[in-house]
């Protein structure tokens, strides 16, 4: 996988470990290893201004995902053989001080926070979404175990 971070929030990030969450999660999702993904990382201004140029809506928010090519997992759109082709698969966009808000309601790490909105985000790009009440089941499980496997290769090390 081609990953490519590049932080523009003024705030530290583990840069590697989201390099590697990225990876194990594109890669237990079936996505070919020649790939790519950006991660960006923003502010709360930046982040605000995003927000209500692709979403209409105001203030910052935690995550966004910016799709290039058309994938599934496993393959393009509409294909269920195979491994999906090499694609520029889009950007994620994360903005760590409302992740760190949250994180803080939900009575866990930063850093878990932040892990869980790039998986959420990885998954946009593949085309998940959670508007509907069957879809939403659907991400936010899959989402779930992809963050316990990440759990359990990192505690393994």
């Known amino acids: 996988m081609s990953i490519e971070i590049n932080n523009e929030s003024g705030v530290g990030v583990d840069e590697e470990r989201l390099v590697a969450l990225s990876t194990h999660v594109l890669a237990e999702m079936g996505i070919n290893p020649l790939a790519e993904l950006s991660l960006v990382v923003v502010d709360e201004d930046v982040m605000a201004e995003l927000h209500e140029k692709w979403m209409g809506e105001p203030g910052p928010t935690d995550v966004l995902a910016f799709p290039m090519d058309e994938l599934r997992p496993g393959g393009a759109r509409g294909e269920s053989e195979g491994p999906a082709d090499p694609a520029l698969l889009g950007d994620v966009v994360l903005c760590p001080?409302?992740?760190?808000?949250?994180?803080?309601?939900?009575?866990?790490?930063?850093?878990?926070?932040?892990e869980l909105l790039c998986t959420h985000g990885i998954l946009h790009l593949l085309g998940y979404d959670h508007a509907e009440p069957e879809e939403h089941k659907e991400m936010f499980g899959l989402q779930a175990r992809l963050l316990e496997a990440w759990r359990e290769v990192r505690s393994s090390r």
Not at 106 to 114: K, L, P, R, Y
């Open 97 to 114: 001080q409302v992740a760190a808000r949250q994180a803080e309601e939900a009575g866990h790490s930063a850093q878990d926070e932040i």
